[in-house]
């Protein structure tokens, strides 16, 4: 398994009430929460954390507190990517400095380079400290897909790229020379199977310690994968990080509200997410 750990949550970022300012008690209680049921790492201002609506220095600020709260206890890695080659060197040197165990940096999206663009991008990247990097591939969110060959080049190119949390459709394959992490929670499973040595996840936010025992206990992980799958529905239902938030709401976690231009919940998804919650007795049947 994975230095870096193989139950990674993908932490969501709990605002205060309006929005407008970023709730650290409730951040330092979700990560005590998550070190307690299963995560073995975090990662910081990314995706699900709405990492597009958080300014550089709520960004670092995030990774200081992470940092500071887990005092060891789960590696912290610290998203770190933009479309802008500068900025995303910057904010890497930034997150470093704040103490971040590693940076998961995203392919540029919306410019949408070119392969030799990508490639230039990440060596800049890996350039920008000594912290190990994990490659993010998700092409639903970038518009481009990662060749594996391009992924395992940039890999053998620099030395501090470890691994590549894979968001493709699909099940994920294994890379010459990175660690796999399955990037979505309903092909964890399948990953794990496929060599990952771990997944960067949204769902093991509610059942980690499940998430944790599919990879330990190979024998048992169909049948939990099985069992987890109206809950990997559910928080489909929309996009994340809506769905966990609203999740984690009704269980009564801090979570707070979404930021625009993300909105809340609406009541058909909000009744989706509880009568998952229900299947897996996460809450009782009155509180439909």
């Known amino acids: 398994m994975s230095k870096l ?14 929005g407008r300012s970023i709730d650290e008690v409730g951040a330092s209680k979700l990560l005590e929460h998550l070190i307690e049921n299963g995560s073995d790492g ?17 960004q670092v600020s995030l990774v200081e507190l992470a940092v500071s709260q887990a005092a060891g206890r789960l590696t912290i890695i610290a998203g770190a990517g933009s479309n802008d080659t500068r900025h995303a060197v910057h904010l890497t040197e930034r997150v470093a400095a704040a103490g971040a165990d590693a940076i ?29 990097v994990i490659l993010y591939n998700v092409p639903s969110r970038t518009g481009t897909d990662m060749s594996d060959e391009l992924c395992r080049e940039i890999g053998d190119r ?12 699909g099940v994920p394959n294994k890379i010459d020379g990175l660690d796999l992490y399955a990037g979505n929670d309903d092909s964890f499973a399948a990953a794990l199977d496929n060599g990952a040595v771990g997944g960067i996840l949204v769902a093991s936010h509610i059942i980690g310690k499940q998430m944790r025992s599919m990879a330990l206990e190979p024998e048992n992980r169909s049948q939990l994968d099985a069992q987890m799958r109206s809950l990997y529905d559910a928080l489909g239902v929309t996009t994340n990080p809506i769905p966990i938030k609203a999740a984690l709401n009704i269980l009564g976690l801090p979570a707070g ?17 509880r009568e998952a919650l229900i299947n897996l007795n996460l809450i009782g049947a009155s509180d439909r």
């Not at 392919?107 to 030799?116: A, L, S």
């Not at 620099?158 to 459709?169: F, L, M």
Request: proline fraction near 8%.
């Open 104 to 132: 998961l940096s995203v392919t540029p999206y919306y410019n949408r380079p070119e392969q030799r663009g990508i490639h230039a991008h990440f060596e800049a990247v890996a350039s920008a400290s000594d912290l190990p």
């Open 158 to 169: 620099n030395e501090t790229v470890v691994g590549i949390k894979q968001a493709r459709s």
């Open 5 to 18: 750990g193989t139950v990674i949550t993908a932490m969501v970022t709990p605002f205060s009430e309006d």
């Open 257 to 273: 509200p979404m930021r625009l231009p993300l909105v809340e919940a609406d009541r058909d998804q909000l009744a989706h997410i």
């Open 42 to 58: 975090v990662v910081i201002a990314g995706t699900t954390g709405e990492a597009p609506t958080l300014s550089d220095d709520e």
